[in-house]
């Protein structure tokens, strides 16, 4: 019997129960907030990959698109003011349900402006089509929706699609920031790499910054955006506190 990927035989959710924590990306220089990243959280687990283990192939992106639903109807209830930044596995986009598309429509359902989202594409998998991939975020700029690339320096396809598509943002992964204050080799590879966005006018964020050592030299680079445990961890179902005085320092 042929099922829908969103359900199991006989209509049951094919997924276990999961929610959505949400992380502050901060402006440092404006003091203000440019973003809540969503980010998947199971109830029953520590563990966000209990979540994924044993979960169907074919139903893989059908969860990659209930997150964002989850996502967008949360931000909603919250009264999320600022953009939210949802990740999204870059071959969900290439597919023929069109996962973009109903990530928009989850939004309109919501009542959330198109213009207030951020895709997120994510280096976790390879990018099996990257012309179509740039086609489809290109489709939605005049819509007004930010588009990122997410763990830049980390995953398989950054320096390939940054050529072929200057996204609004860039990441830049954690592992390239941590410690970054005591490492001359990651010192001289991130500013190469802020250098490079700036001249295409990209926005850059710093992932992971937990130290003021690590923020004070980012800040040196040019960095204005940040996210990290020293502004705020990410809170499940709610929006966090920022630690504003760390942003000052």
């Keep these: 019997m042929e099922t829908n990927p969103m359900f199991g035989t006989g209509g049951a959710p094919a997924f276990s129960p999961f929610t959505m924590a949400f992380q502050p990306i901060v402006d440092v220089v404006r003091h203000e907030v440019f973003a809540h990243e969503a980010l998947v959280r199971s109830p029953g687990s520590p563990c966000v990959a ?38 999204m596995l870059p071959n969900a986009l290439a597919r023929p349900e069109d996962y973009a598309s109903q990530t928009v429509l989850a939004a309109e359902r919501s009542n959330f402006p198109i213009d207030r989202l951020m895709f997120e594409v994510t280096e976790g998998e390879q990018i099996a089509n990257v012309p179509h991939l740039t086609d489809v975020l290109r489709a939605y700029k005049p819509r007004g929706l930010t588009s990122a690339i997410d763990d830049f320096g980390a995953g398989f396809a950054g320096i390939e699609l940054l050529a072929m598509f200057q ?36 926005r850059v964020v710093a992932e992971g910054v937990e130290t003021r050592d690590e923020l004070k030299v980012l800040r040196g680079f040019g960095v204005e955006l940040f996210q990290g445990y020293l502004f705020a961890r990410p809170q499940v179902e709610a929006l966090p506190v920022i630690d504003w005085h760390a942003a000052r320092a």
């Design 167 to 202: 996204p609004d943002v860039v990441k830049i992964d954690m592992h390239l920031v941590r410690d970054i204050h005591t490492d001359r080799v990651r010192r001289t590879i991130v500013r190469g790499l802020v250098g490079i966005c700036s001249e295409l006018g990209i």
């Design 50 to 87: 209990a979540l994924f283990r044993g979960l169907h192939p074919a139903r893989r992106y059908a969860f990659d698109q209930a997150c964002r639903g989850k996502a967008i109807a949360l931000a909603g209830s919250l009264g999320m003011a600022s953009r939210l930044s949802l990740n």
